[in-house]
């Protein structure tokens, strides 16, 4: 029960592969079905950046009508299924009549490679850049830079010249692709992929009404939106599917709608664009939401499915907890919204009926005065996962805490709103030692445990010292996070 044949674009041609497997990774699909070894396994988990290919697909332009968008991902936790109808760049098409792409050549001009297994997906990482920015005239700064590449490892610590390449890119002769063709190749490529396929075992319905329909006729569907987290169950679980269900080609669900009150996004969103939008609404959610994993996975994972997921060292939900957001599901019967702290019911569980799915995350507006702070704790500054995350939204009034929202990951079964604490804050005013109760009730709000990332005992004396620092923030304290550091170039 395969169904529909598997078709992208590639070096300007169509390529047609039948009877993949609905969980054959991407990765899988380039190195042993299409002997495509330059692209590199790694971690099998989408953290070291090794196996970066670039995928292109037409969205809305801002002017009308539709554009190429390119996206860095990663492909050892992407299903090969789900670049249905896209473009698809690795490191052995890069190279154009024996001369180098510029991506290529700054990575030798500036001694970006040292033992060189990763240099292939930094070189993606950089092509995705060049296409993004430096194609359409674009600069390149060292932050910028930074961003691009902060889903890329280099064991052998390699990265100021990697990152001189990436500025050294606007130096040489400019490639282009011919944006056109392609973008007209793909509509045509996506007007075939449209419709159901009735018994195919990986199904990407294109409308919400196809999506709810395949939902209701088969509950037991694994539904990804991404496959950041649905991949590592494959390639480390050795997990398997007899049937899937996408979400990430929903239309109505690619959608972001902007109201007075609330921004609507939709669960096919990604990460890259959802977070974009919070932080054009609340800008000091910026550097949080570059933390948010590394690029290539934030243009993969979708805000929907990192909620729906539940994990709880999620670093969404804290945020979306504390700025009161809600979930709207829906199905063949209808629609139901509810705030999202919830929508779980334990670990990696929650609300949604067999024939429901997550349709939407409503954020609300920032409220006049908000003083709103997002700590991220882990042992990676970047590319890494949370060991305590925690989101604190506070307006005051004449001194005394008007409202507050506290919402936490790492300390418990689910992601959890610290409802004792904010009690503690509630009119109260808001002074240093209301700030040092806040931190002793918020140490004993919940009960940790210990892994890899920290122990019970540091999760619990770091949220306390967290609300300190959020004292310290609100009085007008800067300095004191790693987030004011910037990336320089060497002298």
Known sequence: MQGRPLRFIRRGELVRLDNVPPTRTLLELLREDLACTGTKEGCAEGDCGACTVVLAQPEPAAGGGNALRWRAINSCVRLAHSIDGMALWTVEDLVQGGTLHPAQEAMVRCHGSQCGFCTPGFVMSLFGLYQSRLAHGESVTRELAQESLSGNLCRCTGYRPILDAAQAMADLPAVRVDEERLLSQLQALQKECSGPTPGASYLTPRTLGELLAARAADPKAQLVAGCTDAGLWVTKMHMQFPKVLDVTQVQELRRMEHYGHHIAIGAAVTLADAFGALVADRPQLKAFAQRFAGLPIRNSGTLGGNVANGSPIGDSMPLLIALGANVVLMSVRGHRELPIEDFYTGYRKNVLAPDEVLAWIKVPRPPAGEFLRAYK??????????????????????????????????????????????????????????????????????????????????????????????????????????EDMQAVAAP
């Open 377 to 482: 704790i882990s042992k990676r500054f970047e590319d890494d996962i949370s060991a305590v995350c925690l989101v604190i939204a506070m307006g005051l009034d004449g001194g005394k805490v008007a409202r507050v929202r506290i919402g936490a990951g790492g300390v418990a079964a689910t992601p959890a709103r610290a409802v004792r604490t904010e009690s503690v804050l509630s009119g109260r005013a808001w002074t240093e030692e209301a700030a040092s109760r806040a931190a002793a009730a918020l140490r004993s709000e919940f009960q940790p445990i210990s892994d890899m990332r920290a122990s019970a005992g540091y999760r619990s004396e770091v949220l306390g010292n967290l609300m300190q620092r959020f004292w310290l923030e609100s009085q007008g304290m800067r300095g004191i996070n790693l």
